[in-house]
């Protein structure tokens, strides 16, 4: 990529996400986000549709590394894993999870009515639930499935199993994030580990 178009690129990124923690990210104009980076909004519109796409590929960027950082790990430690292991992988995972929603924690809180608006929500619930199908269809013999279990049904539960934490993991989120000052840092984790399945940490 183009040195500038980069330079332009995180101009952006940092205008948006300066920008949505200062307010609604429904009520952002591509010609706001613009002045705050510092180009013009014909500029804008080369990489992006609008402040929303925007804010969803820039938060996407750092829950793919987080996704990038939990397969890894899990390859670490593949083949010779303890259960203490897999659990404490799952643990660095969610607390990085964590971490990614606290350091934007103006952008998520502005964005809860009820309940995170859909954007984030999914946005948080299909990274959980990729980085989780992934794992599961790498390591089937993780899930509760007898041996005869087709190929395809493999596939289908480990999607489902997957959709199903992805959108429990956003509503612990919610709730942590609906909490009273000061918040416990963890809770979140702590319900997160305690909640999952044991199965999911039982090495293959």
């Known amino acids: ?69 939990f397969v890894a790990h899990v390859r670490e430690i593949a083949g010779h894993a303890t259960r203490t292991d897999a659990e404490q992988v799952v643990d660095r995972y969610t607390h990085a999870l964590l971490a990614h929603v606290q350091a934007h924690l103006p952008v998520y809180e502005r964005a809860l009515d009820g309940g995170l608006s859909a954007p984030l929500a999914r946005l948080l619930a299909d990274h959980v639930t990729r980085t989780l199908t992934e794992h599961l269809t790498e390591h089937p013999g993780l899930m509760p499935l007898d041996d005869g279990t087709p190929p395809e049904e493999v596939a289908l539960h480990a999607r489902a199993f997957a959709t199903y934490v992805g959108l429990g993991t956003v509503g612990a989120l919610e709730v942590w994030l609906a909490a009273p000052e000061p918040r416990d840092p963890a809770f979140f984790p702590r319900v997160a580990h305690i909640a999952l399945p044991a199965w999911w940490t039982t090495p293959s």
């Open 1 to 69: 990529m183009d040195k500038r178009v980069e330079r332009t690129a995180e101009a952006l990124r940092t205008a948006v996400l300066e920008l949505a923690a200062e307010q609604d990210v429904a009520t952002l104009t591509a010609s706001a986000v613009a002045a705050r980076a510092g180009i013009n909004r014909a500029t804008f519109y080369d990489h992006a549709a609008g402040p929303a796409e925007l804010l969803a590929r820039a938060l996407a960027t750092e829950l793919d590394a987080i996704h990038d950082e």
